[in-house]
């Protein structure tokens, strides 16, 4: 026991010392983004100058040659272009219209959802059936579904604390109603939009279609006021709908992720920073995903101004193609193990640029547990949640190479008031919230690129 006694004294004055020294360094970096980040400015050029950025459109081209300058600036000591594959889809003009026992046609909000076929720019009429959810819909015979069109009023449930968890729970309808809906006979679809307020702003969002499917239909989302109206005056009246939408898949494109890094002056192994370049065709993509992409580019910046000699090549990817196909990622991934690229972890900030709470870990319990032993330091900075195990949909594609995963867990209680909305501007970002972001971001990455 005496011989244990020093080697123990040692062990906890070297490991307070350690400690010591890391919350020392989460001070400096913290300082530094708090008094001199860059991210809002970067944040306001992205959505103001360019705006949205849909995969495959103009603005998105030059979302890339901005994010490239960006890296650059930062102190990237290699910058280059990914090619990606993606899918375009274009939206075009769209109307959508009601008509109940008044005989008169009434324009109302909607968007139409994305990667959905639209009517070739003719009139599509059709009578309205309304359903809560999918059992009330798989209950209904063909007959009363066929030639008609079909409105999923389907909540946003309120009483999940996480509207993370509520958007999952909701999601099914917007991804795969217009498939159910076809395979019945159905003319199109409408959704109620994934939205935890109670306002009437339409949402848009990926869909996809079955490969069985008989006709791709056209698929639609409208405000969650009009889908209550509607929902009521069902019980007693007829509702016709008439949709003209000219959205439609055009043949694929070559675009490009954007990667920079500092390199390792220890190894060549690469730990990950990342967000998506692309959003979807209104707003400005503001908090979906142009937080995510500043706060990656902030990481660099930080590293060199404070001139803090990274182990490990520190590399920012700004994926393509997140919103409709996540084309960027998996080409990513791909690239990565052809090159025996080896990662040590990747992080990924997707949630909005809000307040941070936590950070969510994917990976093996052993390296989960070091992250949450962490906690201390993270603490005073607000950051406290290390028990989510999720991580982000560009870096997903990794796991199957090993890879631990992780997403910054920023409060989430009014991002889906405005995701995937023509209310996603810069103007709903706050500066502080967004640059305590990139300081949670970045004390991470410094912990695991010293302990890793």
Not at 62 to 71: C, F, G, N
Not at 148 to 155: A, E, S, T, W
Not at 401 to 424: C, M, W
Request: hydrophobic share 35%; aromatic share 10%; charged share 30%.
């Amino acid at each position: 026991m005496k011989k244990l006694i020093p080697f123990l004294t040692l062990f906890w004055a070297t490991l307070c010392f350690a400690q010591k020294e890391d919350s020392l360094i989460f001070s400096k970096i913290s300082t530094e983004i708090l008094t001199k980040g860059k991210s809002y400015e970067d944040l306001r050029e992205l959505t103001k100058k360019i705006g949205h950025r849909l995969s495959g459109s103009e603005a998105y081209e030059k979302s890339v040659v901005w994010a490239a300058q960006k890296l650059r600036d930062a102190g990237a000591d290699k910058v280059w272009l990914q090619e990606v594959s993606v899918p375009v889809w274009v939206r075009g003009k769209e109307s959508l219209q009601i008509k109940t026992n008044d005989g008169k046609w009434k324009f109302i909000n909607f968007l139409s959802l994305g990667n959905s076929e639209g009517t070739s720019g003719k009139d599509l009429t059709g009578e309205l059936v309304v359903v809560k959810n999918k059992q009330e819909f798989d209950n209904l015979p063909d007959e009363a579904v066929k030639g008609k069109i079909v409105l999923f009023n389907y909540p946003f449930k309120q009483e999940f604390v996480s509207t993370g968890q509520a958007y999952g729970d909701a999601a099914i309808y917007r991804s795969r109603s217009a498939s159910w809906v076809a395979k019945k006979g159905g003319k199109a679809v409408m959704v109620r939009s994934m939205a935890s307020n109670f306002d009437d702003v339409p949402h848009t969002g990926g869909m996809r279609y079955d490969k069985e499917v008989p006709q791709k239909i056209p698929a639609v989302a409208i405000g969650v006021k009009t889908a209550d109206e509607l929902e009521k005056l069902s019980k007693s009246q007829k509702i016709w709908i008439k949709l003209n939408s000219n959205c439609t898949m055009k043949d694929d494109k070559i675009t490009h992720s954007v990667i920079g890094e500092i390199t390792g002056k220890k190894d060549n192994k690469v730990i990950v920073a990342g967000g998506h370049l692309d959003s979807w065709d209104v707003g400005e993509g503001a908090h979906d995903d142009g937080t995510g992409i500043v706060q990656a580019v902030e990481i660099l910046r930080t590293f060199k101004n404070l001139n803090i000699k990274n182990n490990h090549t520190i590399r920012v990817v700004c994926f393509a193609n997140e919103e409709n196909g996540v084309r960027g990622g998996n080409q990513y991934a791909k690239a990565a193990k052809e090159k025996n690229e080896t990662h040590l972890f990747a992080i990924e900030s997707d949630g909005g640029g809000f307040t941070p709470r936590g950070i969510a870990l994917l990976m093996n319990e052993d390296k989960r547990k070091q992250i949450q032993n962490w906690r201390n330091l993270f603490e005073p900075y607000g950051v406290y949640d290390f028990t989510k195990q999720y991580a982000g949909t560009d870096i997903e594609p990794m796991e199957e190479n090993g890879v631990p995963l992780a997403e910054l867990i920023p409060d989430s209680q009014r991002y889906f008031e405005i995701h995937h909305t023509k209310e996603d501007t810069f103007e709903k970002v706050n500066r502080r919230e967004l640059l305590l972001g990139a300081v949670a971001m970045t004390h991470l990455i410094y912990m695991i690129d010293k302990y890793w």
